[in-house]
Nanobody, 125 residues
Framework: QLHLVESGGGLVRPGGSLRLACVAS????????IGWFRQTHGKDREFIAS????????DYSPPVKGRFTISRDNAKNTAYLQMNSLKDEDTAVYFC??????????????????WGQGTQVTVSS
């Protein structure tokens, strides 16, 4: 059973940067694709980015492409989301999810069977 824990959220000014981490335990991290999602109150969980098991394939949603970078270090059982040029509309709770399917751009939350508890990102001046 894969257990995920996100960290790195916080308050940042518009234009600033944050790096989120998703630390895995309980199973072999390298057999899981990882996706990052975000959610604001009253809205559905929104796909942000995903990365394949060995990190060779990545996908991004249009609102974050060119500003956010997903990566992973399998030796550290950790995936990252580097967020640059942050905007007010990036404010949300950010979640990482895992699945063990053949990799493709998996943008629906129900395609991920394991989730962390989330980390709050607030972009405000």
């Amino acid at each position: 059973q894969l257990h995920l824990v996100e960290s790195g959220g916080g308050l940042v000014r518009p234009g600033g940067s944050l790096r989120l981490a998703c630390v895995a335990s309980g199973d072999t991290f390298s057999v899981y694709n990882i996706g990052w999602f975000r959610q604001t109150h009253g809205k559905d969980r929104e796909f942000i980015a995903s990365i394949s098991r060995r990190g060779s394939l990545t996908d991004y949603s249009p609102p974050v492409k060119g500003r956010f970078t997903i990566s992973r270090d399998n030796a550290k059982n950790t995936a990252y989301l580097q967020m640059n040029s942050l905007k007010d509309e990036d404010t949300a709770v950010y979640f990482c999810g895992g699945n063990s399917y053949v990799y493709r751009q998996q943008v629906r939350p129900d395609e991920y069977g394991f989730w962390g508890q989330g980390t709050q990102v607030t972009v405000s001046s």
